[in-house]
């Protein structure tokens, strides 16, 4: 599987709007883009993802870059509640399996 | 709330011992994944299970065994636990098998081998 690299942390402001970055130069054309995140004390959940298009949910954006070798998770207006860890994470398109193989993911601090 | 729910909370066990975890999936959903989550190690994907069958295999061990009912419940076995099995286990559920579906994760499981 593809690797993806993040920052190791970030931080933001309550009610702003917030960018977190994943480079993964090796994708390939089928590899899907997801984006998890795991709150203090719970399991992860899903936020987002996306193959080419950009994509919008009640949750998130996710940016895609045009040659896919970066991705951007954008959350619009950051609340307390999003502090937590953000993993970007590649899979095959053409597996049939949905392993998801976790890195270390961004620790995402948000200031009041 | 994700729908997936898992048994016990927390489990505290001697070192040889065996233990059973247990996952109930999402209604509707015919996926199973388990993962392990250490301090050093991070979120390690073990087994994923689609309509009964073993579906991938992750960083397992031999000590560890898993199964999908008909049902689709799933169990995780741990035997001849040892102290570095101490972690949270999570389970997920997704409605198929692929790439392309969200999981839903239960809360965990917090291991202590003591």
């Known amino acids: 599987d593809a690797k993806t690299t993040q920052p190791n942390s970030m931080e933001s402001n309550e009610e702003e709007p917030v960018h977190l970055p994943c480079n993964h130069s090796?994708?390939?054309?089928?590899?899907?883009i997801h984006w998890y995140r795991q709150l203090p004390s719970q399991g992860p959940e899903y936020v987002i993802h996306g193959l080419t298009s950009n994509v919008n949910n009640r949750m998130a954006s996710l940016a895609i870059a045009e040659d896919r070798k970066s991705s951007t998770l954008i959350l619009h207006r950051a609340t307390l509640r999003d502090a937590a860890v953000y993993y970007c994470?590649?899979?095959?398109?053409?597996?049939?399996?949905?392993?998801?193989?976790f890195g270390q993911g961004t620790t995402l601090q948000v200031k009041p | 709330d994700s729908g997936v729910t898992q048994t016990p909370k927390h489990l505290i066990t001697a070192t040889g011992q065996r233990v059973t975890l247990r996952c109930s999936p999402r209604?509707?959903?015919?996926?199973v994944y388990w993962y392990q989550q250490s301090l050093d190690q991070g979120l390690q994907f073990l087994i994923q299970y689609y309509n009964g069958e073993e579906r991938a295999k992750g960083n397992i061990l031999e000590r560890f065994s898993a199964q999908q009912f008909p049902d689709l419940h799933s169990e995780l076995n741990l035997s001849s636990l040892e102290l570095g099995d101490s972690a949270l286990y999570f389970c997920?559920?997704?409605?198929?098998?692929?790439?392309?579906?969200?999981?839903?994760f239960g809360p965990g499981t917090r291991l202590t081998v003591t």
């Open positions: 209604s509707g959903d015919l996926s």
């Open positions: 997920a559920s997704s409605v198929s098998g692929g790439t392309n579906y969200e999981q839903y």
């Open positions: 994470i590649l899979s095959r398109g053409s597996s049939n399996t949905g392993k998801l193989i």
């Open positions: 090796t994708i390939s054309g089928t590899d899907y």
